[in-house]
C-alpha cells in the first residue's frame, strides 16, 4: 500500500498522538500490509478487499495489558477458587442434564468422558455465558501487529481466521471473542477450529458459537486427536519424604518417569497403576505448602487444550465436583432410602411417621 494511504490510516485512528507512537504505528502497518500481501499470493484472497477490510480494524491497547497479566500467574489456591464454585458446579450439572444425549453420544464416539467435556465448557466460558466480548480480527491484529513476543503465532491464527471465514461464510467483522481470539464456546483458536471443530448434527455448519452438539463433539474430537486414553486415570494426589522429590519437579509437562523412579525420589504413590505408567510429578502452591500430584497421560491432554498445570487441574477437579454433584442429585431422587418431608430430606430410618 502507498505511503500516503498508509498515514492516512494512521491519522484517522487517533493512535499517532507522539513522534515514538507514530514509528510504533507505522511498524505495525507495514507489518499488516505485508501480512495482507502474502494472504492475497498464498491463498488468493482479494488485496483490494482485505486492505479495505484491515481499515476497520482496531489495534486494542487493553488486549495488551491484559495478555501480560493472564490468570495461569495467580498461586494455585487462588486460582481454584475462580472455577471450584458451587455456582459453576451446578452449572456443570444443569448443562450436563441438558445435553446429556449429546455428551453421551460423544463420549461412546470419541472414549472423551462427558464430566470433562462439562468441566472444559465451565471453565472456558461458564457453559457459554462469558464467550468474550473481543472482536476475534481485532484480538487477532492486535497480538500479531503489536505484541512482538508471540507475533508469529497470532499471524497464523489470524491468517487461520481469515481462512476460516471463508469457508464458512462469515463475515470477519462479526465473530467475538476472547482478548486472545479464542471463539464461541469451547474457546477454539482459529487453528483448532479448522482442524478439529466438527458439524455433529451434520446440517452443513460447524457452529461452535450457539449450538451445543457441536461445540461438545468439537471438544470430544480435540482431545480424541491429542491422544485421549479411554478409561485411564488423570492425575492422583501423592506424599513425599523430605524434599528429594525437588530435583523431578521440572516445568515440561510430558509425564517422564516410571513408578520406580519416582520412589527412588521417596514419593510414595499408592494408587494401583499399570507397571509400564508415565507418570508427571507437579506441585501446586496452596497457601501454607506444595500440594503434590502425579499426573498421567490424560493430564498431559488436558494441558494440551491450554498449556498451564493449573488449568489442567482446575479442569479435572471441576469435572469431579460436577460428577458427585450429578450422582448425588441422582440418589437422592432414586434411593428408596431418601425420602422427603417437610421439604427437607430425611434418611429413610427415621420413620416415626407410619405414613413415611
Known sequence: MKLKNMLGRLLLSGLCLTAASCTSNIKETDRMDAFIQQMAATHQFDESELNELFQSVQIKENILKTISKPAEGLPWHKYRNIFLTESRINGGVKFWQENAQALASAEQQYGVPAAIIVAII??????????????????????????????????????????????????????????????????????????????????????????????????????????????????????????????????????????????????????????????????????QNKELWAALDNFYVITRYNHSPLYAMAVYQLSQAISNKKASIYEENHNPHFLFHSDQLRYGADRKNPDL
Not at 461445540?215 to 485411564?232: D, E, K, L, T
Request: net charge negative; charged share 20%; proline share 7%.
Open 122 to 287: 465451565g471453565v472456558e466460558t461458564l457453559y457459554g455465558q462469558n464467550t468474550g466480548n473481543h472482536r476475534v480480527i481485532d484480538a487477532l491484529s492486535t497480538l500479531a501487529f503489536a505484541y512482538p513476543p508471540r507475533s508469529q503465532f497470532f499471524l497464523g491464527e489470524l491468517e487461520n481466521f481469515l481462512l476460516l471465514c471463508r469457508d464458512e461464510h462469515i463475515n470477519p467483522l462479526e465473530p467475538t471473542g476472547s482478548y486472545a481470539g479464542a471463539m464461541g464456546i469451547p474457546q477454539f483458536m482459529p487453528s483448532s477450529f479448522r482442524t478439529y471443530a466438527v458439524d455433529f448434527d451434520h446440517d452443513n455448519r460447524r457452529d461452535i458459537w450457539h449450538n451445543n452438539n457441536d461445540v461438545i463433539a468439537s471438544i470430544a474430537n480435540y482431545f480424541s486427536r491429542h491422544q485421549w486414553q479411554p478409561g485411564q486415570a488423570i492425575a492422583f494426589p501423592v506424599k513425599a519424604k523430605g524434599e528429594k522429590y525437588k530435583a523431578i519437579l521440572k516445568p515440561d509437562l510430558k509425564p517422564d518417569l516410571t513408578i520406580a523412579e519416582l520412589q527412588s525420589f521417596d514419593v510414595d504413590i499408592s494408587a494401583s497403576l499399570p507397571i509400564n505408567s508415565k507418570i508427571k510429578l507437579l506441585a501446586f502452591e496452596q497457601e
